[in-house]
Nanobody
Framework: QGHLVESGGGLVQAGGSLRLSCAASGRTFTYYAMGWFRQAPGKEREFVAAIIGWSGGGISYADSVKGRFTISRDNAKNTVYLQMNSLKPEDTAVYYC????????????????WGQGTQVTVSS
């Protein structure tokens, strides 16, 4: 059974940066596609970024974060990162990492493993 644990969330002013980490345990997620999603109060969980297994290629981003966020993975550490720069108040949400077998996907229902989430709050 695999587990994902996010960390790195917090309160930051608009224009600031945060780096989220997603540490995997219980199994090796090297060959799993990994994704980041976020959910703001009253809204559906939405896709943020995804990365293919092993090679770390096949990266995709939501249009709303393209050019500001960077997803990466360190297979040796079984960890995925989300570097978030130029943060905006509309980025405020609980951020979740997720894993799935096969290619990355932009739909949260396609992912098999989820972390508990980490809160990101961006003040104006």
């Amino acid at each position: 059974q695999g587990h994902l644990v996010e960390s790195g969330g917090g309160l930051v002013q608009a224009g600031g940066s945060l780096r989220l980490s997603c540490a995997a345990s219980g199994r090796t997620f090297t060959y799993y596609a990994m994704g980041w999603f976020r959910q703001a109060p009253g809204k559906e969980r939405e896709f943020v970024a995804a990365i293919i297994g092993w090679s770390g290629g096949g990266i995709s981003y939501a249009d709303s974060v393209k050019g500001r966020f960077t997803i990466s993975r360190d297979n040796a550490k079984n960890t995925v990162y989300l570097q978030m720069n130029s943060l905006k108040p509309e980025d405020t949400a609980v951020y979740y990492c997720a894993a799935k077998v096969g290619p990355p996907a932009g739909t949260f229902r396609e992912y098999d493993y989820w972390g508990q989430g980490t809160q990101v709050t961006v003040s104006s």
